[in-house]
Nanobody, 125 residues
Framework: QVQLVESGGGLVQPGGSLRLSCAAS????????MGWYRQAPGKQRELVAT????????????NYADSVKGRFTISRDNAKNTVYLQMSSPKPEDTAVYYC??????????????WGKGTLVTVSS
């Protein structure tokens, strides 16, 4: 079993900054793709950003939703099995529950998707 623990969510003002963290623990051989998704009230869950492994010890390529490109930055620390989302210049429309996602290799041949429980980010003055 793998558990994803998120931290860093909360209230942030427009023009401020916030960093979300998500650390994985449990039976982990390696982690492929790490990412962040979000869901606003009345809307479907959408991709925010993803980052591939790029190897066994470093981060790889990144992909961002157009709505956050240039403002949010995703990064990973493989030694800590952790993914981060640096949120700069957040807007009220960024308000949502943010979910951490990781594709984890738990055995030699098995890949499994895991999700965090979600953390609320509220952008307001």
């Amino acid at each position: 079993q793998v558990q994803l623990v998120e931290s860093g969510g909360g209230l942030v003002q427009p023009g401020g900054s916030l960093r979300l963290s998500c650390a994985a623990s449990g039976s982990i051989f390696s982690i492929s793709t790490m990412g962040w998704y979000r869901q606003a009230p009345g809307k479907q869950r959408e991709l925010v950003a993803t980052i591939t492994s790029g190897g066994i010890t470093s981060g790889g390529s990144t992909n961002y939703a157009d709505s956050v490109k240039g403002r949010f930055t995703i990064s990973r620390d493989n030694a800590k099995n952790t993914v981060y989302l640096q949120m700069s210049s957040p807007k009220p429309e960024d308000t949502a529950v943010y979910y951490c996602n990781m594709v984890v290799r738990t055995t030699t041949v098995r890949l499994v998707d895991y999700w965090g429980k979600g953390t609320l980010v509220t952008v307001s003055s």
